[in-house]
């Protein structure tokens, strides 16, 4: 096994470089972007995996022996998961698989996910102050009609709030839809008036659902149009993506997102999409956290519920 870490200005650098020195087997082990730097640990396992047994000895284990892995490396190649990620997904199948020798693939590939990926339901995340980002029409404004409907269902009181003043028209609709839903609905163009309206105690709303102005992450002054916003209040920040963007466009871009403080993964357009492979990588290089998923443009259709299970479905499908 070789483990070395790598500095660089961006992931797709930083993914060049571990390719370059490691080979295309490595493993990302752990990364994190400090000061507009992507700091990154991969490893590359060389000879065999081991285990290790009661004596604390190790001994060569034969992974192909216990379930068949090349159903899942096709699976996960079809959806055009980066590769790193993919070997880490692989590698977790094949302990689950050794561990567990009778379990199928996609029981397999379920254990797998469960263990890389944290799966959170949408009006259960920590705060209850959840701000929506994302890129323009990938399904922000229309995520939060969905879960503002579900708090109302739920008997929960929320209040919409819109910071996009980027185009014209912009809050009509989610002011539109908050009139049906009866829900209060606010407009602030400062984060400075953000800030005050969510500080303001006593809190009368059990939900807060925010949204911002859809941007092109690789325009600076674009961030500049979330980032105050983003920065001025403590939320749960969720980024909605576009299941169907090519896999390095999606890193490159979830990546500016995470900086702005998203924690939080909701694919959209699932419906219209057949390749997951940018959600998967994504969520794993930019450790999001999934919680929910958009599968329709109906706002009654709701938000469908992302775990372990649903994803390897989508996978294996
Ligand atoms: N098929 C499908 N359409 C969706 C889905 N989510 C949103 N849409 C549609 O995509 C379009 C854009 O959705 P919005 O919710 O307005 O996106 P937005 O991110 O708020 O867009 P901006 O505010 O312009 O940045 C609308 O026509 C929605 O009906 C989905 O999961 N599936
Ligand atoms: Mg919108």
Redo the contacts with the bound molecule.
């Keep these: 096994m070789r483990i070395k870490s790598f500095e660089a200005a961006n992931m797709t650098e930083a993914m060049q470089l571990v390719r370059q020195q490691l080979g295309g087997d490595a493993v990302i082990l752990s990364n994190y972007t400090l000061n507009g730097k992507v700091f990154l640990t991969a490893g590359v396992d060389e000879t065999q995996d081991f285990d290790f047994n009661k004596d604390n000895q190790i001994q060569p284990i034969d992974v192909k022996a216990h379930f068949n892995e090349t159903a899942l490396r096709d699976a996960l190649e079809y959806h055009d998961v980066l590769e790193a990620v993919r070997e880490k997904i692989l590698a977790n199948c094949r302990e689950v698989g050794r561990n567990n020798p009778g379990m199928s693939e996609r029981q397999v590939l379920e254990v797998a996910l469960d263990r890389q990926y944290q799966f959170l339901p949408m009006l259960g995340t920590e705060s209850k102050v959840k701000m929506f980002m994302?890129t323009?029409?990938?399904?922000?404004?229309?995520?939060i009609a969905k879960a503002a409907t579900k708090a109302k269902l739920r008997g929960n009181k929320s209040v919409i709030v819109s910071t996009?003043n980027s185009k014209a028209g912009?809050n009509q609709?989610l002011e539109a839809f908050a009139k049906i839903l009866n829900v209060d609905f606010f407009f602030f163009k400062e984060a400075r008036a953000l800030y005050e309206f969510i500080r303001m105690p006593p809190y009368e709303y059990d939900y807060f659902f925010i949204d911002t102005?859809?941007i092109n992450p690789f325009i600076d002054r674009e961030v500049e149009k979330v980032a105050p916003f983003s920065e001025s209040i403590k939320a749960d920040k969720v980024l909605?993506m576009d299941a169907g963007r090519n896999v390095r466009d999606a890193l490159e871009s979830a990546d500016i997102f995470a900086g702005l403080g998203a924690t939080l993964l909701m694919p959209?357009?699932?419906?219209?999409t057949r390749r997951i492979g940018g959600v998967i990588t994504v969520a794993d290089y930019c450790k999001f956290s999934f919680c929910g998923a958009?599968?329709?443009?109906s706002i009654a259709a709701g938000l469908a519920q992302v775990d372990s299970k649903s994803l390897a479905r989508l996978i294996l499908a």
């Design positions: 994302g323009p029409g990938s399904g922000k404004s229309t995520a996009d912009a609709q102005p859809g909605t959209t357009r699932l419906d219209l958009s599968v329709s443009s």
